[in-house]
């Protein structure tokens, strides 16, 4: 993947640095839009099972989520898990929040289920999507190469967030480019998905990327 051509693959490739800019507020919770909002863009939250997708939609909606967690039997539990021995539930179908960015732009985030025989259910969800965001745990990294060569095979442009765990193994940012065979735009970033600001940070990562690969398009 390392020598695709940035225009034939959004996402993976060589390492090398990028930025991101810092999170601006998030609008205060509400049923409807502002009548400020003028744009509105579907994003995909994406990743391995238990990487931690509902947690980040769920901390940076300002509507109710929506949450189609289920209950793991335990034939399920065999098939699906790994690293995650302790998780008992699982997205069976799709998260769904709204996050409004300066009370102009209104994101659509639709979670994906993490497990590998859902791949295929979750390219019907990125129909319509401008870009992807795409959490790892470097306590797996290989489980999130499946998500990632997804969105390359799509042409979905990403941007990858670390989901820092207590207990996750620190990379410096080199070495996980080179594991994750990152081009060198693609944003990487690190988040807690409990954590507010740092979600709506990995979030502008992503939304910064779009709009940089837009203007240089155009």
């Not at 769904?96 to 259910?121: E, N, S, W």
Request: glycine residues 10%; charged residues 20%.
């Amino acid at each position: 993947m390392a020598s695709k051509a940035v225009s034939d693959a959004p996402g993976r490739a060589p390492d090398a640095a990028a930025g991101h800019p810092g999170p601006p507020p998030v609008a205060q919770p509400g049923k409807y839009v502002t009548p400020s909002v003028a744009g509105a863009a579907k994003i995909l939250v994406v990743g391995p099972l238990g990487v931690g997708k509902t947690t980040l939609i769920g901390t940076v909606s300002e509507i109710a989520p929506l949450s189609t967690e289920a209950m793991m039997t335990r034939a399920g539990a065999r098939v699906d898990t790994h690293v995650h021995s302790g998780k008992t539930t699982t997205t069976v179908a799709l998260d769904f929040g709204r996050m409004t960015i300066d009370g102009d732009l209104v994101l659509y985030l639709f979670g994906t289920p993490g497990q590998p025989r859902f791949l295929p259910a979750w390219r019907d969800l990125a129909k319509g999507s401008l870009g992807a965001l795409a959490l790892v745990d470097t306590r797996d990294l290989e489980a999130s190469f499946d998500a990632l060569g997804n969105l390359e095979d799509l042409g979905l442009p990403f941007a990858v967030a670390v989901n820092l765990f207590p207990e996750s193994p620190q990379h410096d940012e080199k070495e996980l480019r080179a594991a994750l065979d990152l081009l060198p735009e693609t944003p990487l970033v690190t988040c807690d998905a409990r954590d507010t600001r740092s979600s709506v940070g990995a979030l502008i990562a992503l939304v910064g990327h779009l709009i940089n690969a837009a203007t240089e398009s155009s």
